[in-house]
């Protein structure tokens, strides 16, 4: 019996597309679906607050994990569900890339020309189904809109056009396909040095006589970072807030080849 793939969205910012372009990224860490474990110790509940402290999370099933509790009153705490389930699949299943993306012409056999904003290429996508979805027509009366606004011909220039979102991109317009090799679920800082640089980090400095390297620090433009787990927590920080490395939030760290990029 033929088993089938299941296929979900992940949205990634500009940088971490080019990491992915260049082969520099095969990892990456998410909070989603987590959130009940990491307002941890705000969840309210009727006993002193440290009455439990989460251990490590147990996969019981593909794609389903259980906290696991050091406590001293219960196995959890009453009303919180410790079992959570993956919500990027499991091993094997693939994410298709979302990321920032203008449209383009729209040809006249069809489909639609696509912008991808962290370098600018183009290439003409046609959605899976058809007749051509509602969506299709929406995104051209909405350049038409763009070019109406600026009082310019239709298709006269791109750049009038609007920029749009990672988690706008639909499912044709996706130009890379990812397939999950591992996941792991543990607290962002104990990520390893070879786990951080697999998060797509840039090495920006290497001494080749003394193997000293420089990481980027992405929350200072001048700065270098000498360690690159201290280069990821900045791109963390960056993204998620100052601070949010240091609250140790748990996270799914997911590691994936690349299947497919589009030229």
């Known amino acids: 019996?033929?088993?089938?793939?299941?296929?979900?969205?992940?949205?990634?910012?500009?940088?971490?597309?080019?990491?992915?372009?260049?082969?520099?990224?095969?990892?990456?860490?998410?909070?989603?679906?987590?959130?009940?474990?990491?307002?941890?110790?705000?969840?309210?509940?009727?006993?002193?607050?440290?009455?439990?402290?989460?251990?490590?999370?147990?996969?019981?099933?593909?794609?389903?994990?259980?906290?696991?509790?050091?406590?001293?009153?219960?196995?959890?705490?009453?009303?919180?569900n410790p079992v959570v389930k993956c919500p990027y699949g499991k091993t094997g299943d693939r994410l298709w890339v979302r990321e920032p993306w203008k449209v383009g012409l729209f040809p006249l056999f069809g489909g639609f020309e696509v912008e991808y904003l962290a370098d600018g290429m183009r290439r003409v996508c046609f959605p899976a189904c058809a007749p051509a979805p509602a969506w299709l027509g929406r995104l051209k009366e909405q350049s038409l809109e763009d070019y109406q606004k600026t009082g310019m011909e239709p298709w006269a220039d791109r750049?009038?056009?609007?920029?749009?979102?990672?988690?706008?991109?639909?499912?044709?317009?996706?130009?890379?396909?990812?397939?999950?090799?591992?996941?792991?679920?543990?607290?962002l800082r104990a990520i390893t040095t070879t786990e951080a640089i697999a998060e797509g980090i840039e090495e920006i400095f290497y001494d080749e006589y003394t193997s000293a390297t420089g990481w980027k620090n992405y929350l200072s433009p001048d700065g270098m970072c000498c360690r690159a787990r201290d280069s990821f927590f900045t791109w963390w920080d960056r993204i998620n807030g100052a601070g949010a490395a240091e609250n140790d939030p748990w996270v799914w760290m997911i590691k994936f080849k690349v299947l497919e990029i589009e030229e």
Request: net charge positive; aromatic share 10%.
């Open 1 to 80: 019996m033929k088993t089938l793939i299941k296929e979900r969205p992940i949205p990634f910012s500009p940088d971490m597309v080019l990491a992915l372009l260049r082969g520099r990224k095969t990892q990456t860490s998410r909070t989603r679906g987590l959130e009940r474990f990491n307002g941890w110790p705000d969840w309210r509940i009727p006993l002193h607050e440290d009455a439990w402290k989460i251990c490590y999370f147990t996969e019981e099933d593909p794609g389903i994990w259980r906290a696991v509790f050091l406590d001293k009153r219960g196995d959890c705490p009453p009303g919180l």
């Open 159 to 187: 750049s009038v056009l609007r920029r749009r979102a990672a988690m706008f991109m639909p499912r044709a317009a996706s130009r890379i396909l990812l397939e999950i090799t591992d996941i792991e679920l543990k607290q």
